[in-house]
């Protein structure tokens, strides 16, 4: 295996460095493990000299890192992703920039939650929830975080696994060696040691050493850490010095000691093996997971804590002992007794040793292996971790409604055929066990009003239907046919469809020839690409794609030049359907001038749709690109281009395997999450809406049906692209070889993008 991790990483200071680290060490120790590495995060204005095994960093409040990270993941060929989750080490509300790189990456997601919050914001309810929706398993240290993922979030209790805390194997040694090294060899030692935060309770262990002073007039509290880098960035040392403040005024000069400074592991396990007592009196309930506790109970120190989480369930066997939330009588009342019994504090100890064994770091890397094998044997579909809440509002019982304002369905435009067939077409494209609700309640839905839609009179599809169920015209557009037909032509290959599918597609083709649109050809290319590998004796679809090919390709010729190389006299919308048609249709009938028509118009299309700092950039709406114009226009920007750019990319890949396809469908892809002009995403990775595009200065926050769509069927073809990638064969069927000049030529450019 090939395991990445994503969490922070040493030198940072804080618990999860700690935690990743240790963990990618001892994976990277398996015998079946290949290759381990980190993608650390980094904090605002910080920067850290990683070692080798991070092999790169994340910008915690960048967007644009993220999906640099995803990009990443997927080129570098890992099995599996570990997470390392924590609310406040990641980007946007709540930590939602995480969402963008678990959207783009093709590797089953294993995710480690070190917090679990039982009364979350909504934005954190939403984060959590698609973490769980994209998390092949979720990994939590204690049987309370899996109770509450149950009861709070409705997690699905089968992907649930409680690892522990690892913990160093060392042996269990007494604490004298270690006192006379450190210069406490006359002392009895109390320790807490970790980032220091008012959270972490130290006034009340303070507050209670008068109390032990009276039982053991040498004890000595060693309080060592430095202060947590987030309290010491907003307010300073200002709670360091009020603790200071208050031993002094308690009189408990050289009986209570601050060693400002995070230790690296050698010297924490120093401190930790000098002390006679440790304690964790943290000041509430929740807290899922300790890693101090972990080490200094695994090390066969006696434990006094308050009862939170963790502490409750590593301390129920009796190899610690518990007393209630800010009681300093309590809490001193405990230490006092362990540090002047000392048969019962070192009896506990080795209990706490013994106990502990199984949670050494080796043997938790055999369960996380464990996991990660688990994982990889469920490659990761896109769409099934997807929230499809707005999916859901979009639709009705009649079908598809066309418009959003801001993410509420607009009911004054109702719906059109144009949207249901795209619903339809996102249907065939799922696999049914991955959503079976959409394919069992939604998929029938599309269909009945696509044949509610079928004017026999006509011969047309309408397309504008109102919400009260009224047609607005006896025919729709011949673009909307078109897409229909695509629509019918996918449903072919559906057994629960194709009958209906074929039989409607037959009734409707006839009226395409005296059609004067490209788009509209090129749609029912697409169609017929489906329709005649299940109908191969319909003789007249055959020769229409034929004709609507060839008038497709003639087009090209009459308007290429030099450097126009386009159907029409301008570029429009969905302009990538054109090249995906000749390149599908090229193929399908073995005619390689359809198929290099295709792919050339497409390569000038991506250079027309890249930004001069490289990514994704759609022909803007606002009057588009004319001929006569030098450059594209760069708004108003819409999702039909980046998704039809991705289909586009992986008809090419079919005919030629070069990784400058594989390039340009991620770039594609990556304007969907913010790798666009304005740094912003347009999708909402958690109720799985997408915005209607980018304008000038801002995204537009309406989300209708097209740009969803436009985002589901891009995640559907991203999965086809994970697919291909896996498939080592060389695709380029015999049918559809290119010119020898013409290969070498993408190669080369293959080869610089790569």
């Known amino acids: 295996m090939r395991v990445a991790f994503i969490g922070n990483a040493l030198p940072r200071r804080c618990g999860i460095a700690t935690f990743t680290t240790d963990l990618e060490l001892a994976v990277r120790n398996l015998d079946d493990v290949t290759q381990a590495a980190i993608i650390a995060m980094c904090d605002p204005g910080s920067q850290y000299a990683f070692p080798p095994h991070v092999c790169c960093s994340i910008e915690q409040d960048d967007p644009g890192s993220y999906l640099a990270a995803a990009n990443f993941i997927n080129v570098h060929g890992f099995d599996v992703i570990s997470l390392q989750h924590e609310f406040g080490i990641f980007g946007g509300e709540a930590g939602n920039y995480l969402l963008s790189l678990i959207a783009l990456i093709r590797v089953p997601l294993v995710t480690t939650l070190h ?47 409680v690892i522990a805390h690892g913990i160093p194997d060392v042996p269990l040694v007494s604490s004298q060696s270690a006192k006379e090294k450190l210069g406490f060899a006359n002392h009895r030692v109390i320790l807490t040691f970790g980032l220091i935060s008012p959270n972490k309770g130290i006034e009340t262990m ?34 360091r010095d009020g603790l200071i403040a208050r031993v002094n005024a308690l009189g408990l000069n050289g009986h209570v000691v601050f060693l400002n400074r995070f230790v690296d592991r050698p010297e924490l396990l120093e401190h930790i093996a000098m002390c006679d007592v440790y304690v964790t009196p943290y000041l509430v309930e929740s807290q899922m997971t300790s890693g101090t506790l972990a080490y200094s109970h695994g090390l066969g120190r006696a434990v006094v804590s308050t009862p939170y989480w963790h502490a409750m369930e590593l301390l129920a066997d009796g190899s610690g002992v518990l007393v209630p939330f800010g009681s300093p009588d309590d809490l001193g009342k405990a230490v006092a007794a362990l540090l002047i019994n000392e048969t019962t504090r070192l009896a506990m100890g080795r209990k706490a040793y013994v106990t502990s064994r199984a949670a050494t770091w080796t043997n938790i890397a055999q369960l996380y292996r464990h996991v990660f094998r688990i994982a ?48 339809l077409l996102m249907c065939c494209g799922i696999d049914a066990n991955t959503r079976p609700e959409i394919i069992a309640t939604m998929m029938p839905r599309f269909a009945a009003f696509i044949q509610h839609a079928w004017n026999a009179d006509t011969g047309r599809f309408r397309n504008f239907l109102s919400y009260d169920r009224r047609w607005l015209e006896d025919s729709g557009s011949e673009d909307s046919h078109g897409r229909t037909l695509w629509a019918l032509g996918a449903c072919s290959h559906d057994p629960r469809l194709k009958q209906w599918a074929t039989a409607l597609f037959a009734r409707a083709l006839g009226t395409v020839e005296a059609f004067t649109s490209p788009r509209a050809w090129a749609f029912t290319l697409l169609g017929l690409d489906g329709y005649c590998a299940v109908c191969p004796g319909d003789n007249h679809a055959r020769e229409l794609r034929l004709v609507l090919s060839k008038r497709l390709h003639n087009q090209l010729l009459i308007c290429e030049s030099p450097d126009w190389v386009w159907f029409e006299d301008r570029l429009t919308y969905d302009n990538a359907r054109l090249c995906e048609a000749l390149i599908t249709t090229g193929i399908a009938v073995g005619v390689p001038d359809l198929v290099d028509a295709g792919v050339r118009t497409l390569c000038w299309l991506l250079d027309q749709q890249t930004s001069p700092a490289g990514h994704f950039r759609p022909v803007g709406s606002e009057g588009f690109l004319l001929v006569s114009r030098e450059a594209p226009q760069c708004f108003d920007q819409q999702p039909v281009e980046a998704c039809a750019t991705i289909a586009a990319c992986l008809s090419a890949l079919v005919v030629e395997r070069a990784p400058f396809w594989l390039a340009e469908a991620r770039k594609a892809f990556a304007w969907f999450v913010g790798a666009n002009d304005l740094g912003l995403p347009i999708v909402d990775a958690i109720t799985g809406s997408c915005r209607d595009g980018l304008h000038p ?33 060389t695709i380029c069927p015999p049918s559809a070889v290119l010119s020898h000049t013409f290969m070498e030529e993408r190669h080369i450019v293959a080869d610089q993008a790569y």
Do not use: W
């Not at 204690?142 to 696994?161: C, F, H, M, V």
């Not at 990761?380 to 409604?401: I, N, Q, R, V």
């Not at 989300?703 to 990638?725: F, I, V």
């Open 376 to 423: 990889c044997r469920k490659p990761k579909p896109l769409l099934s971790g997807l929230p499809l809440s707005h999916f859901a509002a979009m639709c009705d019982d009649t079908g598809m409604l066309q418009h959003a304002v801001y993410g509420v369905p607009d009911r004054n435009h109702g719906y059109c055929v144009d949207d249901n067939a795209r619903a």
């Open 697 to 729: 200065d801002r995204a537009n926050e309406n989300r209708g049906a097209e740009s969803l769509l436009a985002y589901l069927l891009a995640l559907l073809d991203m999965e086809r692209l994970g697919r291909n990638e896996s498939d080592s064969a």
């Open 115 to 161: 917090t679990v919050l039982d009364k979350p914001t909504d934005a954190q309810r939403d984060v959590m929830l698609a973490l769980l929706a994209a998390s092949v398993r979720v990994v939590v240290m204690a049987q309370k975080g899996r109770s509450i993922l149950i009861e709070t979030y409705s997690a699905d209790p089968a992907k649930i696994i």
């Open 206 to 239: 303070i507050e209670a050493m008068p109390q032990v002073l009276a039982a053991a007039p040498d004890a000595v509290y060693v309080v060592m850490g430095a202060t947590h880098p987030s309290l010491l960035r907003d307010a300073g040392e200002a709670y």
